[in-house]
């Protein structure tokens, strides 16, 4: 079930389009930051709301890379492994993330603190390596400052 | 040279409205409400500016085009969905000079009559988001937003539109279809987006840099713009150097400059005093250039009589130590990632140029994979309905042409 909240926050953001479905996407998010992912009956009831086909809001939500479909850890690392960070050493970082936490890409520690997702290029190539840890970038990036940063995620 | 696009950015409170004003911001914009819509328009036609999202189509053009189209409302997008890799030249203007994007915002919805603006930002950019939400709550409370803009009577009203990590919403139909709520697909063309586009109306979209060139035009005029840079390619222009240099990020300077220039005079040089291998000059899908070829002006005019493409300005740096074929294999793994899936020769094409070339980057090739490939590749130019696919087998083309042997060193 959305909270009284979010169905608020949808109808706000309806305002500012000319027609419903154009409020999806930013709709799809004010659920994800609630539920920390979509549920199918999220989905549905974001379909109600906008009066869009519940068909039509699951091809667009899992067409974009940074809607979730499966509940995900505390906190999200999302680690960009593009070439501009490739040839500045994410590969070892991806190595230390296994070694350390025993995280594999698309996967969730046992304690459930940490998911991972290796992402495409996230904008930071001149401070490469970079990633996003929920909404905070953290970039030039060594196998201790990785650690380092991500003591401070509990 | 002085800089415009990253003016006051070194101020700590660069996204203060009143920080903004005080180092002379929105006096373009009080400037150009006292000007007709058209003349604006001609204004910037005369200027020479283009587009800076990576085609360097001329943004007065698009703009004549879409006024002379008489439906309404009309739309004015800003595409800050810089997904390109290597590319990060408009983060600090969203995230350190918001205003300069939202004043050239509302001067071009004013220019060309368009009520409503959205700014189409990427969601691997979540501060700057925050950032450009309050920048407009101020632009609202200092009345350059709203209904009655600057008390003349022009209505603007501005929103942030974030996306969800999709490479292929920087196409300019594929971000429409994103704005509309469904599937980022790019549109066949045409109808533009000019005639068609924003929910069937008229919709001028323009990359953060271009809009945030506007206010400049304004203040200097035409005239003077036209004197920066290079003759057909006039402007300031804001690189993003990334990879092996060692001073790598954005710079501003004059369109033109030689890549040469950029990576010895201003960034510094190779780290570590070592030899220069390669430089993509555009962004990934930019062709590579070999280290003797780093000579070529800068623009969008010069750039593919040097066999390369100045794009979105970004600049990849590989030194000696490079192995690009793994570069290549990684930049085609993304290609492969990014398609939408609709148009065949991309969707399955660019997976079967990945898979050869995590074969030979493997170490398990064959004599006939190479070939194969270039095969492959233009088997894809062309074929699509947007230039993805193109991207994508131009990145193998060339570097294959111009680093065949590293290549054929891996196939035993």
Not at chain 2, 206 to 231: C, F, H, K, R
Not at chain 2, 271 to 296: E, F, H, M, N, W
Not at chain 2, 378 to 390: A, E, Q, R, S, Y
Request: hydrophobic share 35%; proline share 6%.
């Amino acid at each position: 079930m959305l909270s009284e909240n979010a169905v608020k926050e949808i109808g706000l953001i309806r305002n500012k389009y000319h027609d419903a479905q154009s409020s999806l996407l930013p709709a799809l998010y004010v659920v994800q930051k609630e539920h920390g992912w979509l549920s199918p009956e999220a989905l549905k009831e974001v379909g109600e709301i906008l009066n869009v086909p519940k068909a039509e809001v699951k091809g667009v939500s899992t067409f974009y890379a940074m809607f979730r479909h499966r509940p995900i850890g505390r906190h999200l690392i999302q680690l960009c492994t593009n070439v501009a960070c490739m040839i500045m050493g994410s590969e070892s970082l991806l190595n230390i993330l296994k070694e350390r936490y025993g995280l594999e890409p698309n996967g969730t520690t046992g304690d459930g603190r940490f998911s991972l997702v290796v992402m495409e290029c996230i904008g930071a190539c001149g401070t490469a390596p970079a990633m996003l840890v929920d909404t905070d970038f953290h970039d030039n990036l060594t196998e201790e400052r990785i650690v380092n940063i991500l003591e401070k995620y509990k | 040279m002085e800089k415009f696009l990253l003016r006051n950015i070194e101020n700590p409170n660069s996204t203060d409205i009143n920080e903004y004003i005080k180092a002379g911001g929105y006096k373009a914009l009080l400037k150009a409400v006292e000007m007709k819509p058209a003349d604006i328009v001609s204004e910037v036609r005369k200027s020479g500016l283009r587009g800076r999202g990576g085609a360097g189509f001329p943004t007065g053009m698009k703009w004549a085009f879409a006024s002379a189209d008489p439906k309404k409302p009309r739309y004015m997008l800003c595409n800050a969905d810089e997904g390109e890799p290597g590319t990060f030249k408009d983060r600090p203007i969203l995230e350190k000079n918001p205003h300069l994007l939202i004043e050239g915002m509302i001067i071009s919805g004013y220019a060309l009559e368009a009520e409503y603006g959205y700014i189409y930002i990427r969601g691997e950019y979540p501060a700057a988001k925050d950032i450009l939400d309050a920048a407009i709550k101020q632009a609202h409370e200092k009345g350059y937003l709203g209904d009655n803009v600057s008390g003349k009577g022009v209505r603007f009203h501005l929103y942030v539109h974030q996306g969800a990590g999709a490479y292929i919403c920087g196409e300019e139909t594929a971000l429409i279809e994103s704005l509309e709520g469904k599937r980022g697909q790019p549109r066949i063309k045409p109808p533009f987006p000019v005639n068609e586009g924003f929910l069937s109306k008229p919709t001028i979209i323009n990359n953060v840099e271009t809009l945030a060139n506007i206010p400049y035009i304004i203040e200097i005029g035409a005239d003077a713009y036209a004197e920066i840079g290079s003759p057909d390619c006039p402007g300031p222009k804001l690189y993003s150097v990334s990879g092996h240099v060692k001073r790598p990020g954005v710079y501003e300077l004059p369109m033109g400059i030689t890549l040469r220039e950029i990576i010895y005079d201003h960034c510094g040089g190779i780290r570590g005093d070592k030899k220069l291998k390669a430089v993509i000059p555009g962004g990934i899908s930019t062709p590579i250039l070999p280290a003797d070829a780093i000579d070529c002006p800068m623009d969008f005019v010069n750039m593919p009589k040097h066999g390369s493409m100045l794009g979105s300005g970004a600049v990849m740096v590989f030194d000696e130590t490079v192995d690009l074929v793994k570069v290549c294999y990684r930049a085609i793994k993304f290609f492969e990632h990014e398609s939408c899936g609709k148009c065949t020769p991309c969707r399955e094409g660019v997976g079967w140029m990945r898979a050869i070339l995590e074969r030979i980057s493997g170490g398990s090739g064959t004599a006939e994979d190479i070939d194969l490939l270039i095969e492959v590749s233009n088997n894809i130019t062309g074929k699509t309905f947007c230039p993805l696919g193109d991207g994508a087998a131009m990145v193998v083309q060339n570097f294959v042409k111009n680093f065949r042997s590293e290549f054929e060193e891996k196939i035993h």
